[in-house]
């Protein structure tokens, strides 16, 4: 359909010029929660829980990384873990575990998405870091992080993986900021070889190398690497067949 095209082209096929919203009720209540997890793997295990017991009313799942939390916490003043412990990984969710905190307000809940909405704030304030966009099939998402976090560290010791993102779609911010103390400058001079094998592996998982974001210009030129020719060439037809003038948002996702 004709609609699908449009999603995603980054208003390289047309422009929007009327909409339609659909209202639902409002919801009577939510509950938000935050909890403590070992690992990825734990983590799907209990988006699998939640979306057993929970159905369609389950809006939010996100997975936030240690290093993640902790960027928030030193660069956002007022701010704290929502747990005693220290965790490895923790889910943002409105699943009931046995180590997790419940919002019991309005300011709480607020707090919690704070914790998860802060977070590209809190690495602009570090400093310097590397961006990726990414998106695996679900299931594969802790092998993913796994063998991304191995052959990162193999690579460039003491980075430090700023990994969060909405776990319900696939769809991660898996960030490489340089080690404490380092150049940062010179740790952006490594940006080609880390998108590298992060982006590599993405392919390997049969995954996207830009989710949400888009392709843009940035990653325009990265994706013809991993998009076959005959895709690349019916991508370029949709574009003149729809745009012939080379007149909507021209130089973005495809020349």
């Known amino acids: 359909a004709l609609r699908e095209l449009f999603i995603g082209a980054e208003g390289t096929l047309g422009i929007i010029t009327a909409a ?3 209202l639902f009720p409002r919801p009577r209540g939510r509950a938000v929660g935050w909890a403590a997890v070992d690992s990825p793997a734990a983590a799907l ?13 389950l809006t939010a799942f996100e997975l936030v990384s240690d290093v993640a939390l902790g960027l928030v916490v030193e660069h956002f003043p007022g701010s704290r873990a929502p747990l005693g412990g220290t965790s490895p990984w923790h889910v943002l969710t409105k699943a009931l575990v046995s180590d997790a905190t419940l919002a019991a307000s309005e300011a ?3 707090a919690l998405w704070g914790l998860r909405e802060n ?26 992080i796994a063998a991304a976090s191995r052959d990162l560290h193999a690579a460039f010791p003491g980075i430090r993986l700023v990994v969060f993102g909405h776990m319900g779609d696939g769809n991660l911010h898996f960030n490489v900021s340089p080690p404490a103390g380092a150049d940062q400058t010179a740790f952006l001079g490594h940006q ?20 949400e974001h888009g392709l843009g ?20 037809r949709v574009k ?16």
């Open 20 to 22: 339609v919203l659909k």
């Open 45 to 57: 295990d209990l988006l699998a829980q939640a979306q057993a017991g929970l159905g369609d009313t």
């Open 108 to 110: 709480q809940a607020a």
């Open 119 to 144: 977070i590209s704030e809190a690495q602009a304030r570090a400093g310097k870091n590397i961006k990726h966009d990414i998106a695996v099939p679900i299931a594969t998402l802790p092998a993913f």
């Open 192 to 211: 080609d070889a880390i998108n590298r094998i992060v982006h590599d592996l993405v392919a390997g998982f049969d995954g996207s190398i830009s989710a």
């Open 217 to 236: 210009v940035l990653r325009r030129d990265e994706a013809a690497r991993y998009k076959s020719p005959v895709e690349l060439a019916l991508m370029q």
């Open 240 to 255: 003149d067949a729809l745009d012939p003038a080379g007149l909507m948002n021209p130089g973005k996702v495809i020349q």
